[in-house]
């Protein structure tokens, strides 16, 4: 069973960069199959896809977000991170790590979250 | 890419069919049969409900099913039972293996 788990700072100030790590248990994220996903939702709000990353180091990012997001993989430790930069209060949010499957073994297109974390919250505030 | 429309809310009487819409464009659910659905208790993950327009995960119940018309997928529940108050989000393929959310919906059991 692959389990998800986000780390890293509840707390980060104006301006700052916020850094959230993933680690993957149960599962290799060196399978090429998948994308390893940040996805956020701000207080009382829905969600909105920030962006994955594939083993090889091949990224997608949200348009919007995309000039503040650097996704990463370390594939010798199983782990993904998420940096954000220049964060305001309105980057205030949970942030989940999924696992996306791309494609299966025909290489027929997927594109769906199979496995979550259960989430961490961040708090943008001085 | 902006996020797909879908209701604020529905409701719906325990054993009652309830659809939930997602509507986007010819650039995401027009396009691709790429259409995904979660559910989400409230301070929980969200749970993978459908993928690929209609097709369910194993454990998932058969009261859930879904489907495609144009650029506007759907969520039906039927036989509508209390567990199933939650939060249910659409979430589609756009282009450029880019992704994006509905606004969500909130499912009331009344």
């Known amino acids: 069973q692959v389990q998800l788990q986000e780390s890293g700072p509840g707390l980060v100030e104006p301006s700052q960069t916020l850094s959230l790590t993933c680690t993957v248990s149960?599962?290799?994220?060196?399978?090429?199959?998948?994308?390893w996903s940040w996805i956020r939702q701000h207080p009382g709000k829905g969600l909105e896809w920030i962006g994955y990353?594939?083993?090889?180091?091949?990224?997608y990012y949200n348009p919007s977000l995309k000039s503040r997001i650097t996704i990463s993989v370390d594939t010798s430790k199983n782990q993904f991170s998420l940096k954000l930069s220049s964060v305001t209060a309105a980057d205030t949010a949970v942030f989940y790590c999924?696992?996306?499957?791309?494609?299966?073994?025909?290489?027929?297109?997927?594109?769906?979250?199979?496995?979550w974390g259960q989430g961490t919250l961040v708090t943008v505030s001085s | 890419q902006s996020a797909l429309t879908q209701p604020a809310s529905v409701s719906g009487s325990p054993g009652q069919s309830i659809t939930i819409s997602c509507t986007g464009s010819?650039?995401?659910?027009?396009?691709?049969?790429?259409v995904s659905w979660y559910q989400q208790y409230p301070g929980k993950a969200p749970k993978l409900m459908i993928f690929?327009?209609?097709k369910r995960p194993s454990g998932v119940s058969n009261r859930f099913s879904g489907s495609k018309s144009g650029n506007t997928a759907s969520l039906t529940i039927s036989g509508l039972q209390a567990e199933d108050e939650a939060d249910y989000y659409c979430?589609?393929?756009?282009?450029?293996?880019?992704?994006?959310f509905g606004g969500g919906t909130k499912l009331t059991v009344l």
């Open positions: 010819s650039s995401d659910v027009g396009s691709y049969d790429l």
């Open positions: 149960g599962g290799s994220i060196s399978s090429g199959a998948y994308y």
């Open positions: 979430c589609s393929y756009v282009r450029s293996t880019t992704l994006v």
């Open positions: 990353i594939h083993y090889s180091g091949t990224t």
């Open positions: 999924a696992r996306a499957l791309a494609y299966d073994s025909s290489g027929y297109w997927k594109y769906y979250f199979d496995y």
């Open positions: 690929e327009v209609s």
